[in-house]
């Protein structure tokens, strides 16, 4: 090697962590995606596919989290500039889905662990995205509802798990807090994205979702036999919740609309984003009619949860295409560097 050649950097001799590196925060809604699969699959009673995507959720949710943890203790100024991004709050989301669901399994004390974790790294995250919106917003900016909806329904499903009324109350908090960042989020949502968006724009529709599931789960805890509320605070609950649903099913279809009448067939990472809603919408539905003893919204329900399973098929084989390409590209540069450094 001539002494006049530069150093190379630790992550280009390793193709797997210079792809790693361009990973963005946004990559968490492909946990989001799989962990709400896996409560949908759970729900209708496809338990060996429901836990099969609870493993593969689990093993991208730890991924993620080791990436988190190390930009946070060795490179402190990446992780303020990822942080900023409303991708970011889909660690928490993606904690509190995957909390959920595990809380399904029997495992609460693991559950609570995760709710913590999701409350702890909320505000900071949430202030951070916050102080960042603009106007003409891409449809990342309803994750700030969605990550604050997700304590909301973790929270719920513990209360309801452990019978802990302070639990279901204090969780109420986060539901009405994200319906208000929902609104908040509508008016800089950029409504161009419904035709131009890259796959985050579906999320307009994945927040309401999330929210309905926090009114069934809020519902469902009041059905364990505590009393929690009055019965005027359980009929605004109750009529919320429908109104949210409905409203979630009326994006969906628009979202729906859209996508036929403008196509986007590449992959992105973003659609995860598309993943996510489906399946929550799915999980929604099929939760509401429990909650409410409405058993003619479960085939709706499941129809919805099988087309958000054939969305994340696709999605994940174009993930590991795009994943196969990557890896090749970041290869190809360590390898010239090394053939320069020869000559």
Not at 149 to 170: D, I
Not at 185 to 196: E, G, K, P, S
Request: aromatic share 8%; proline share 5%.
């Amino acid at each position: 090697m001539s002494s006049g050649a530069a150093p190379t950097s630790p992550a280009a001799l390793h193709p797997l962590r210079a792809w790693w590196a361009q990973r963005p925060p946004a990559a968490g809604a492909a946990v989001m995606a799989t962990g709400i699969l896996s409560v949908g699959l759970h729900l209708t009673g496809h338990e060996i596919l429901s836990r099969t995507a609870l493993v593969l959720a689990c093993a991208a949710w730890l991924t993620l989290a080791a990436n988190f943890a190390y930009l946070l203790l060795v490179e402190r100024a990446q992780w303020l500039t990822r942080a900023g991004t409303p991708g970011a709050l889909t660690a928490v989301a993606a904690t509190t889905v995957l909390g959920t669901r595990i809380s399904l399994l029997g495992w609460t004390p693991v559950a609570a662990a995760l709710l913590a974790l999701a409350a702890l790294l909320w505000p900071g995250l949430l202030f951070l995205v916050v102080r960042h919106w603009g106007r003409r917003m891409p449809g990342a900016v309803f994750l700030g509802c969605v990550a604050t909806e997700g304590l909301a329904v973790l929270g719920a499903t513990l209360a309801a798990a452990t019978t802990t009324p302070w639990l279901a109350h204090a969780s109420l908090v986060p539901f009405w807090l994200g319906i208000v960042l929902y609104l908040i989020a509508l008016f800089r949502f950029d409504l161009r994205q419904v035709a131009r968006g890259s796959g985050d724009h579906w999320v307009a529709g994945g927040a309401l979702a999330i929210s309905a599931l926090a009114g069934a789960k809020l519902l469902a805890a009041a059905g364990t036999g505590m009393y929690l509320w009055n019965a005027d605070d359980q009929a605004v609950l109750h009529d919320v919740t429908v109104f949210l649903l409905v409203l979630d099913l009326a994006w969906y279809a628009v979202l729906l609309a859209a996508e036929i009448a403008w196509p986007r067939l590449r992959y992105d990472v973003r659609r995860w984003s598309t993943v996510f809603p489906l399946g929550m919408t799915a999980a929604a539905t099929l939760s509401v009619a429990a909650a409410l003893d409405l058993p003619w919204l479960d085939a709706p329900g499941q129809a919805l949860l099988w087309v958000a399973v054939a969305a994340w098929l696709a999605v994940a084989a174009g993930a590991l295409l795009h994943a196969r390409a990557g890896l090749r590209s970041a290869g190809a540069g360590p390898a010239a560097v090394r053939s320069t450094a020869r000559r």
